[in-house]
């Protein structure tokens, strides 16, 4: 796979209508086409909600600021401070449906 020119998390620009946000979601076709999906950060003047994302092909944005923000996942999440809940160990565990006990 190669390498991409906008990464999830930078502040682009489409050069056409000069529509600014935050690149939140890729998707590539088949045939090479790499579309990019872009989040405005600003708010509709008028109802205060969210504007819609608007989806562009990747040659036409250019970065204007990189990792502006981290992708989910993109930092080490710190160990757990405790094990994670379940059956203590030693427990009899419930066997799977349709088998025999």
Not at 37 to 59: H, I, M, N, R, S
């Amino acid at each position: 796979m190669a390498e991409h020119r906008i990464n999830l998390g930078d502040r682009v620009e489409d050069t056409v209508t000069n529509f600014r946000g935050i690149a939140v979601a890729r998707t590539e076709w088949l045939y090479g086409c790499v579309r990019i999906a872009v989040q405005p950060e600003k708010l509709d003047e008028k109802t205060g909600k969210p504007l819609e994302d608007q989806v562009f092909d990747e040659p036409q944005l250019r970065v204007l600021d990189a990792g502006v923000r981290a992708p989910v996942g993109a930092s080490e999440a710190p160990p757990p401070t405790r094990a994670p809940g379940g059956p203590a160990r030693g427990e009899e565990r419930m066997a799977p449906r349709g088998t025999p006990r």
